[in-house]
């Protein structure tokens, strides 16, 4: 079972570029790494999703180095209405059976 | 991406009744998932509940307690059995689909409480 860890929180200001890195020493082989978003009272929403390297896409960018224990969610230039709670998941593929069990997330605040 | 609706979106319970949530996607899916949020907390996966097969529980959940029907591959049931306010929480729908890794897509939820 692959967890993840990362930041309970974060503060950053409208303009600037956040990034959140996640820790998931225990990530298999063919697992990938997802990042979703969610605001209150809604459901999470898929951001962007990676196995090794670099991926961009028009909302963030997602690095994972080459050992794939850690990746970094990058979101360039955060306004406010990007605050709301990041979470970092790792495919569990237990028993050839695909499953996403979800960590803490982390907050992050968006100041004007 | 899979479009998710979920019935109702919010309820109030009495305590010992039972709900039943409804959960429809707009695509034909195999996996789906069901999960639990209490306020300010992260998601708690339910079960999975692929077309074709028995739902999976979770540790700390029971089919007597939280009995899922998978008819189709756009329809799922979650039922909220004998409910207690310890069940007040948000219910969740999801479903995964294969495009590189797994994309899983969430509804957006059915709010319960239980008085």
């Known amino acids: 079972l692959a967890k993840t860890t990362q930041p309970i929180s974060m503060d950053s200001y409208e303009g600037q570029e956040v990034n959140i890195t996640c820790s998931h020493n225990?990530?298999?082989?063919?697992?990938?790494i997802t990042w979703y978003q969610q605001f209150p009272s809604q459901g999470p929403r898929f951001i962007i999703q990676?196995?090794?390297t670099k991926v961009t896409n028009e909302v963030a960018s997602l690095f994972i180095p080459a050992d794939r224990k850690s990746s970094t969610l990058s979101l360039p230039r955060v306004s406010l209405s990007d605050t709301a709670v990041y979470y970092c998941?790792?495919?569990?593929?237990?028993?050839?059976?695909?499953?996403?069990?979800f960590g803490s997330g982390t907050r992050l605040l968006v100041r004007p | 991406s899979a479009v998710i609706s979920q019935k109702p979106s919010r309820d109030i319970c009495q305590r010992g009744t039972s709900l039943t949530i409804q959960c429809q996607v707009d695509?034909?899916?195999?996996?789906m998932f069901w999960y639990r949020q209490q306020p300010g907390q992260s998601l708690t996966l339910i079960a999975t509940?692929?077309?074709?097969?028995?739902?999976?529980?979770e540790s700390g959940f029971v089919i007597d307690k939280f009995p899922i029907s998978r008819p189709n591959l756009t329809f799922s049931t979650l039922t909220v059995s004998n409910m207690s306010p310890e069940d007040s929480s948000i219910y969740l729908c999801?479903?995964?689909?294969?495009?590189?890794?797994?994309?899983?897509?969430f509804g957006p939820g059915t709010r319960l409480t239980v008085t």
């Open positions: 225990n990530i298999a082989t063919n697992d990938y």
């Open positions: 509940a692929n077309q074709g097969s028995e739902a999976t529980y």
């Open positions: 990676g196995y090794k």
């Open positions: 998941l790792v495919g569990d593929r237990m028993d050839s059976s695909y499953k996403l069990i």
């Open positions: 999801s479903v995964a689909q294969l495009a590189g890794g797994y994309e899983q897509y």
């Open positions: 695509s034909q899916v195999t996996m």
